[in-house]
């Protein structure tokens, strides 16, 4: 089981090639319900969905990560790096339950920027609904900027320029 994009202290990122498997297993258990009430409806997991299909799905439209608590060996989460023009990708990440409320996202955002600013100058943008402040502060953290000539009603988009 390689395939390791980065690494943090408690966090590893495995590309989605090394852990389809897996997963495909873990995603009844992160989409619950609670996970995904302030994603888009693109993102929809109804009850009885296939989980290999919702991935599949993922993988037309972006690079998929895998997420997993090093300590565990357990997958808590993806990101989602869809690449728009060369130079601008618009992420997503969405982390199970379990995993709130204990800076593992800011830790996983703070990694994916550092491995972004070895790789050269990109852009950085985020979506997230308004209702999410959770979501915003991890972006803001992160060094992200609301960009407000850049939101509708109820999403906000976030920036971050890496030189």
Do not use: C
């Not at 009430?37 to 969905?49: D, I, Q, T, V």
């Not at 728009?84 to 990694?111: F, I, N, Q, T």
């Not at 979506?127 to 939101?151: H, I, M, Q, Y």
Request: proline fraction near 6%.
């Amino acid at each position: 089981m390689d395939g390791v994009i980065f690494q943090t202290e408690r966090l590893v990122l495995r590309s989605l090639e090394a852990m389809r498997g897996a997963l495909v297993a873990a995603l009844p258990r992160l989409l619950t319900p609670e996970v995904l009430a302030p994603l888009p409806p693109s993102l929809a997991f109804p009850p009885g969905a296939d989980p290999a299909a919702w991935v599949a799905a993922r993988a037309a439209e972006a690079e998929v990560l895998v997420v997993m608590e090093r300590a565990e060996d357990a997958v808590i989460g993806l990101v989602l790096l869809a690449r728009h023009g060369g130079d601008v990708v618009h992420l997503g990440y969405l982390l199970g339950s379990d995993a709130w409320g204990r800076g593992l996202a800011s830790e996983m955002l703070g990694g994916l920027v550092a491995w972004f600013e070895a790789q050269g100058p990109v852009t950085l943008v985020g979506g997230v609904v308004r209702g999410n402040l959770a979501s915003g502060r991890v972006l803001e953290k992160a060094g992200f900027w609301a960009e407000d000539s850049a939101t509708d009603g109820e999403m906000r988009l976030y920036r971050r320029e890496i030189d």
